[in-house]
Each structure stands twice: as structure tokens, then as C-alpha cells.
């Protein structure tokens, strides 16, 4: 029996349809259901609410769909940081490259809504809602880099940000190639096609291990620089008294 929702009037019952609305578009896209299709109409029906006070938690399908994506990236912190947190030993870069690919992989529903910000979550959305989740994803990244910098001295953390924004980037252009639509799947059955099926976990674990590889050359450039020059500094006196 389908519950009916009547409209909330306070802030505790007001969080509580939210989180209703987004749990229940979750259900719908873990089933199966096109994010391109999504709507709130159907998102109303399924979730036992009129449309009309769907419209007062979420200004469009775009910024419900927003909100679930920053939902997924809050989780998926969470498991990171309880699966890295234990152990005493500090973790190897090719490890932490390890843990993002696949963690990242085992949360699909992440990857889909990554991979659609920039063509699809990002349209029909006010000036002022997209700085604020711009803004929310930059904390989120500094927080993450944060901890993997704790855990893995192998980059700094301001190395570790640039990272998880290739990660991003990565999915963006990797995930609707390992995740074709129907008739695309079907033609890479062709054994002659086997060249275009490729695996997303193990392309993003080869993609990043690659840039975390130049983050750290580079990380070591400019420490090498840093050095150089607090050495020539302190010289400086010493020839001055020389003379």
C-alpha cells in the first residue's frame, strides 16, 4: 500500500520529505530506471507526494538529481575513510590509486550521475544553485585529499585535490564508454569489435595510476625547487661576509 504524504509544516518534517524524495529516486535508478527519463511527476507518484510539494523541496528535476549526486559523493567518503582509517601502515600510492578505482566502481549510481553533470544535472539550474555545489565539491575534495594525505604521505594534499578532480574528469568521458546503451552493447558483441569493450574499473585504475605517477614527479619538481632556492638563501650571508 502506496503511502500519501501530506505537506510538511516544519523543519524536521520538511528534511524528512526530502530525504524521502531522494531515497526514492535512488530506489528508481538503482532498479534500472533511464536518468534521462527521470521525472518528478513519476518520482511524485512512486514517493506518495502531490507534484506540486515535490516542486517546493527540488526547483527542477536537475536539482533533485543534484542533490542525490552529492548524497552518493558524501557516502562514498564515508566508506573511503572507514576502509582506510584501521591500519597502521601508511598506504603506497599504487593502493590508494587501487581503493579510488574501486570504490568508485562498486558505486554506479555515483559514476552515472558524475558522468551526466556536465551535459545533463548542470542544465535548468540557477546561477547561484551551481557555485553553491561547486563550492560543496571543492570542501568535499579538500577533505578527501585531506585524509588520503594523512594515510599516504606519497602526495601532499593539495596534489591529492588535483587527483580526485581527474578522477572526476575521468568519469565524465569514461563511463558512458563502458556503460553503452543497448544497441551500441549489442554491435560490441562482434568479436572484431572486442577492441571497444572495455572495463570501467580497470580503465579508470590505469588512467589514474598514470596521472597520480605525474602528480608525484611533479610533487617532487617542485619540493627539489624549494630547496634549491631555501639553500641558496641561506648561503647568501656566508658570501656576503666573505667579502
Not at 88 to 110: D, I
Not at 204 to 213: E, F, H, I, Q, S
Request: with cysteine; proline share 5%.
Amino acid at each position: 500500500m502506496q503511502t500519501t504524504f501530506q505537506r510538511a509544516r516544519n523543519p524536521a518534517r520538511k528534511a524528512q520529505r526530502r530525504a524521502h524524495l531522494l531515497a526514492t529516486a535512488h530506489a528508481m535508478l538503482t532498479r534500472g530506471d533511464p536518468l534521462r527519463v527521470l521525472g518528478l511527476n513519476e518520482l511524485a507518484r512512486q514517493a506518495g507526494m502531490a507534484k506540486a510539494n515535490v516542486d517546493t523541496y527540488f526547483e527542477s528535476r536537475e536539482a533533485l538529481l543534484l542533490a542525490l549526486l552529492w548524497d552518493e559523493w558524501e557516502r562514498w567518503f564515508a566508506r573511503l575513510q572507514a576502509s582506510t582509517s584501521s591500519g597502521r601502515r601508511a598506504l603506497r600510492l599504487r593502493e590508494v590509486v587501487a581503493l579510488l578505482a574501486g570504490s568508485l566502481a562498486r558505486t554506479p549510481l555515483l559514476c552515472e550521475l558524475t558522468a551526466a553533470l556536465p551535459t545533463m544535472l548542470e542544465q535548468n539550474l540557477s546561477e547561484g544553485a551551481i557555485r553553491a555545489f561547486k563550492h560543496q565539491a571543492l570542501a568535499l575534495f579538500a577533505q578527501v585529499a585531506a585524509h588520503l594525505a594523512l594515510r599516504a604521505p606519497g602526495l601532499s594534499p593539495t596534489a591529492y585535490g588535483e587527483l580526485l578532480h581527474d578522477a572526476a574528469q575521468t568519469i565524465v568521458g569514461l563511463h558512458p564508454v563502458t556503460h553503452p546503451l543497448p544497441a551500441t552493447a549489442k554491435a560490441l558483441t562482434d568479436p572484431g569489435l572486442s577492441f571497444f569493450r572495455r572495463d570501467f574499473e580497470t580503465e579508470l585504475t590505469r588512467v589514474l595510476g598514470a596521472l597520480a605517477l605525474d602528480h608525484a614527479r611533479r610533487s617532487r619538481a617542485t619540493m627539489t625547487r624549494e630547496t634549491t632556492k631555501k639553500t641558496k638563501k641561506a648561503r647568501a650571508p656566508i658570501r656576503q661576509e666573505r667579502r
